[in-house]
């Protein structure tokens, strides 16, 4: 397998934050270069050291960098999507620049480059025993007459390909029924919401914090031929702004939420506050080690596990609301 070399740069006080941030993606090995590490090493070091290479005492001039290595496949292209978008919702929060710059380089890769990158990968695909999602420049027949659910995720998150998103489609084909209201949170390319109308929702309301995903979900409804008035798209954080927690309402059938396990625990109480009883929640987003923390949270706002599924180190859960 190939892979991509991405360097993360930030500032000493921010290094566990990021990475723990980063295992909550899916990126659970790093290596982190830092100037302050390296001064304590020269510091406290024991006196067997007789000669030290230049090349590493210029490391106590370097700048604080988190370097990640990510697979070089349609997986690790979502993957990509989810940094950016970590990084830059880190950034805006970081009032007190603890951070530093925190922007991400990949090796060989123009910054130019990244939002087509993803392109060579995503191919027409078979999820669960409905579902065909395919972009729009690539052609299919089909011949077993399955919903083609038509996605151009731009630079959201959602084509398909990456395990979360896919775990997430099956549960919901088994658990949706025809006329339910969806909530979708976190819906990035829409590739949720609008599968569930494909499948026979009757009205979807889609959340992301990303101007650009509302945008790109809006659009691929369109696409879908999704009625205007049927799908309803919203930008901000339903955890800090009641306005927006307002708009949205109550009353949903189902909710979708392919996020990130503490933003899953932060919205346990919105989720069953906007959602019916007996509705159904399907949550994803999790890798594994996390996923008891996050289902117990979640049960503790009232909810109870009907299903979950895994697949390489990430999980998905349907819960309903009791």
């Not at 990126?27 to 090349?55: Q, R």
């Not at 189902?254 to 989720?271: G, H, R, S, Y």
Request: hydrophobic letters at 40%; one cysteine or more.
């Amino acid at each position: 397998m190939d892979w991509k070399e991405v360097n993360i740069y930030t500032a000493t006080e921010g290094v566990d934050i990021l990475c723990a941030s980063l295992m909550d993606i899916g990126i659970k090995g790093f290596a982190v270069m830092d100037a302050e590490d390296f001064k304590e090493f020269l510091e406290n070091k024991d006196g067997k050291w007789d000669y030290i290479e230049d090349d590493l005492m210029n490391l106590s001039n370097c700048e604080t960098c988190v370097t990640v290595y990510i697979p070089d496949n349609a997986q690790g292209s979502e993957m990509l999507v989810s940094l950016r978008s970590m990084l830059k919702k880190m950034k805006e929060n970081d009032t007190e620049n603890m951070f530093g710059r925190l922007e991400a380089e990949i090796e060989n890769v123009r910054e130019e480059d990244w939002a087509n990158n993803w392109k060579q990968y995503f191919k027409p695909l078979k999820v669960g025993e409905k579902l065909l999602i395919k972009p729009s420049w690539e052609e299919y027949k089909n011949t077993d007459n399955r919903i083609v659910l038509e996605i151009d995720p731009a630079s959201s998150f959602g084509t398909g390909q990456h395990n979360t998103t896919r775990l997430c489609l099956e549960l919901l084909e088994k658990s949706m029924h025809e006329g339910d209201r969806i909530l979708d949170m976190g819906c990035g390319s829409g590739i949720l919401s609008i599968g569930a109308m494909l499948m026979g929702a009757d009205s979807v309301t889609a959340v992301d914090i990303e101007q650009n995903a509302v945008e790109t979900a809006s659009e691929n409804a369109q696409k879908n031929n999704i009625p205007f008035m049927k799908y309803t798209a919203y930008c901000g954080d339903v955890i800090s702004n009641k306005e927006l927690d307002e708009k949205i309402g109550d009353g949903y059938d189902v909710i979708t939420a392919n996020i990130v396990a503490d933003v899953l625990i932060a919205m346990k109480d919105i989720f069953r506050r906007k959602i019916k009883d007996n509705g159904t929640l399907i949550i994803s987003g999790i890798i594994t080690e996390r996923k008891d923390e996050v289902v117990n949270a979640v049960v503790s706002a009232g909810f109870e596990v009907v299903n979950n599924a895994e697949c390489e180190g990430w999980a998905a859960v349907e819960l309903k609301a009791v």
